[in-house]
């Protein structure tokens, strides 16, 4: 379809919906104040080489150029419909595909758009001033792309809730710019997106794990019946492979950094030698990974049946024949372990009610690929410590492990060993205070804060040096 230059750029005709497109230019100004107040601060007026979606095919998707943030292109993009696209699982599977919501699943979609919809601007909030101590240019225009692309998957989701929820849709959009992050009055939703992300490793964990719960569950919506949502998420995906590539490779070169420093020193202590720990990095993914696994929701679910069943959220991959051949899910039961009657005990749990726990397997899978490829360098720089994820059971605040005292290993100790080692697994003030000490602001062009290593190639086939970000007033 053809690029238009409205205000607002998208690929969904949006000139021939007027009301939508009103409806949708009203909120833009909101919009804007919101980023100017919650977006990151004290960068808005300097030029950051960004990448901006304007069109969803090959060549349009990443265009590359200076921009101001504030003049950031927030479009709508869907990948274009299927022709004849069936809903491929649950209870209404083979039936067409909805291209308005169903009226009686409206409650069901409404909550999970608006659920998904509102992490995004929330994850902005929580890393509005990670610019100040970024540890190279290359990683602030990277926090920044990942910051701007986060606004974009706003407006995605915005634009389903006014063209399809009316009124409420409307209500719920302004609400997206009203909620706060972290504020005790008007928190944003899931728990996880209220914790302020206040240094570089943070920030790496965040897009390793919490991103790529970004990418599970926007895979499991992109499998959906209701199609408008479907074609949303699949290209909110294209945008997310580099938030997870920031996340994953970033934490990896703190790992290839330390591992390097500590070969060559041996005998000293890290915190001398101005590098994380691999004890700290290890506290890092145990938070990170660990409050990730709640996003997923409960084990056993009766909310994730019935989006299963009426086609509103599938497995990842769903019509992928490698993973599933069967899209029905009924006659199947996962099993699992957890306390009952104060002691361990197996459980039966109907597939249909485990989809939360299905989902949560695969994004496991992605992430021990991600810490076999930071292992190598350990491996490599000939030291025996290993990083590892921790037991799903540790650590929990929702499902069935929600506040019990299991260890990083999966082992129930009574609350007091439990509380005594806990400072041993997750990150303490002065781990935390030890980290941000490390955070040093460094502008110069292909130089690097020292607890980090360099990329290994530079972004869109820039050299060492480039200027990713110039300062106006520099
Ligand atoms: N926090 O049946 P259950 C991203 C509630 S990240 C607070 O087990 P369900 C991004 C639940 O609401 C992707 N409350 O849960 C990343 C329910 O409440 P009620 C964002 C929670 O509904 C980085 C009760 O507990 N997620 O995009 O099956 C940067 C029982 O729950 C939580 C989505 O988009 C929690 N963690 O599953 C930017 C997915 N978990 O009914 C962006 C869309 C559960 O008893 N949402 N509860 O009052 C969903 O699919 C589901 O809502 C959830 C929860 C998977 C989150
Ligand atoms: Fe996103
Ligand atoms: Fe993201």
């Known amino acids: ?73 927030w479009g709508i993009f869907l990948t274009p419909p299927v022709k004849d696209r069936k809903i491929g699982f649950g209870d209404n599977a083979e039936m067409d595909v909805w291209e308005q919501v169903p009226g009686e699943y409206r409650k069901e979609l409404r909550r999970m758009i608006v659920t998904q919809c509102d992490t995004e601007p929330a994850s902005v909030e929580q890393q509005k001033l990670l610019g100040k101590c970024a540890p190279s240019l290359y990683d602030m225009r990277n926090l920044f792309q990942v910051n701007v692309e986060e606004g974009r998957h706003l407006w995605a989701m915005v634009h389903l809730l006014h063209e399809y929820f009316g009124k409420d849709g409307r209500d719920e959009a302004d609400e997206m710019l009203q909620r706060r992050s972290g504020n005790v009055d008007s928190p944003r939703i899931l728990e996880a997106f209220n914790k302020p992300v206040e240094d570089w490793l943070a920030f790496f964990c965040f897009a390793m794990f919490m991103d790529r719960d970004g990418k599970f569950q926007l895979g499991a919506l992109a499998e959906s019946g209701f199609d408008p949502l479907a074609r949303a998420t699949k290209f909110m995906l294209t945008e997310e492979a580099h938030h997870l590539f920031v996340g994953e490779t970033g934490v990896g070169r703190v790992v290839a950094r330390t591992a390097q420093v500590m070969a060559e020193n041996p005998d000293t202590d890290p915190a001398q030698l101005g590098i994380v720990s691999l004890d700290i990095i290890q506290k890092y993914i145990n938070e990170w990974y660990t409050g990730s696994l709640d996003l997923f929701g409960g084990e056993d679910s009766s909310n994730a049946a019935n989006y299963f069943g009426a086609g509103l959220k599938g497995r990842f991959q769903e019509m992928n024949p490698k993973r599933f051949t069967e899209h029905q899910a009924m006659d199947e039961c996962y099993n699992l372990d957890w306390m009952e009657d104060g002691k361990m005990a197996s459980h039966e ?21 991600a810490m076999v490829r930071w292992n190598k360098s ?42 005594d080692q806990y400072s041993q697994w997750i990150p303490t003030e002065a781990d935390l205070d030890y980290v941000k000490s490390l955070m040093v602001q460094v502008t110069e062009p292909g130089h690097f804060a020292g607890w980090i290593n360099p990329p290994a190639k530079g972004l869109n086939g820039q050299d060492e040096t480039f200027e990713y970000v110039k300062f106006v007033n520099a």
């Open 349 to 369: 749990i109907p597939m249909r009610r485990a989809m939360n726990l299905v989902l949560r397997d695969a994004y496991n899978e992605d992430c021990v690929r």
């Open 1 to 73: 379809m053809a690029i238009t230059y409205d205000k607002i750029p998208n690929n969904i005709d949006l000139a021939s919906n007027r009301k939508v497109q009103k409806a949708l230019e009203a909120w833009q100004p909101d919009f804007k104040d919101w980023w100017m107040e919650m977006g990151p601060e004290g960068f808005q007026q300097d030029e950051i080489y960004l990448r901006t979606a304007i069109s969803v095919d090959s060549s349009g998707w990443a265009h590359f150029d200076y921009v101001k943030m504030p003049d950031y292109r």
């Open 378 to 419: 350990l491996e490599k720089a000939g030291l025996d410590f290993r990083l590892y994820l921790p037991s799903q059971r540790f650590n929990r605040h929702i499902g069935v492990y929600a506040h019990q005292p299991f260890n990083p290993q999966g082992e129930l100790l009574s609350d007091k060993d439990y509380k």
